[in-house]
C-alpha cells in the first residue's frame, strides 16, 4: 500500500463532524473543563449542567449523569467547585481553585467549545429524517465512487461526476422550507 493522498490524508477527516476520525465529542479530561467552564457564569445543579452541555453541542452531545456527577465530585474532591443543598438539588458553585485552573487551561478550554461549534452545526442531522437522508447520500457517494472506479480514474470521468454532484448540492441549497 502506497503513501495515502489526497485531501483526508491531511488530517481533513479530523473535523467532519461526529463522523470524522475522532468521534468522541471530549478527550480524555475535557468533561471536566467543560464544566468548570460552565459553572464559572453561575452556580448550577448537575440537570442543568447537563442541559448546558447538550445545548452548547447543539444537541449532538447528550451528556449522561454517569460521565458528569463523578467529574463533578472529582472537581470538589479536588477542591476546584463546592456544592450545597438548595431546594433539594445540589448546586456546584467554582471556587477560587476552580478559576485559577480555568485561567490555567484558557486555550484548551477554548478549544473545546470551538469544536463544540463545529459539532453543533451538525445538529440537524440528528433526527429520523436525517437518517433517511443520510441512507440515500451514503448511497449516492457509493455510486459516485463505482462510477469513478469503472473508469479508471479518468480525470474526465471525475470531473463530470463532480458537476453531476455539485449540481444536486445546488439544487438542495436551493430548496424552501414548506409553508
Do not use: C
Not at 465512487?145 to 436551493?174: C, H, N, T, W
Request: avoid cysteine; charged fraction near 30%.
Amino acid at each position: 500500500m502506497g503513501p495515502r493522498r489526497g485531501w483526508w490524508a491531511a488530517g481533513n477527516w479530523a473535523g467532519f463532524g461526529p463522523w470524522g476520525r475522532w468521534s468522541r465529542f471530549f478527550d480524555s479530561g475535557e468533561v471536566r473543563l467543560a464544566l468548570l467552564s460552565l459553572l464559572a457564569d453561575a452556580p448550577k445543579h448537575g440537570y442543568q449542567l447537563i442541559k448546558d452541555l447538550e445545548e452548547r453541542s447543539g444537541g449532538l452531545y447528550r451528556a449522561s449523569a454517569g460521565a458528569v456527577y463523578p467529574n463533578l465530585q472529582q472537581l470538589e474532591d479536588e477542591g476546584m467547585v463546592s456544592s450545597e443543598s438548595k431546594e433539594g438539588k445540589r448546586v456546584y458553585t467554582l471556587t477560587e481553585a476552580g478559576r485559577a485552573e480555568l485561567e490555567r487551561e484558557k486555550d484548551r478550554v477554548s478549544q473545546i467549545w470551538n469544536r463544540a461549534e463545529g459539532w453543533g452545526a451538525w445538529s440537524p442531522g440528528s433526527g429520523p429524517e436525517a437518517g433517511m437522508i443520510a441512507t440515500t447520500g451514503a448511497m449516492l457517494l457509493k455510486a459516485a465512487l463505482a462510477a469513478l472506479k469503472r473508469s479508471g480514474g479518468d480525470a474526465e470521468s471525475a470531473v463530470r461526476i463532480r458537476d453531476i454532484l455539485d449540481r444536486a448540492r445546488r439544487e438542495i441549497e436551493s430548496l424552501k422550507p414548506s409553508a
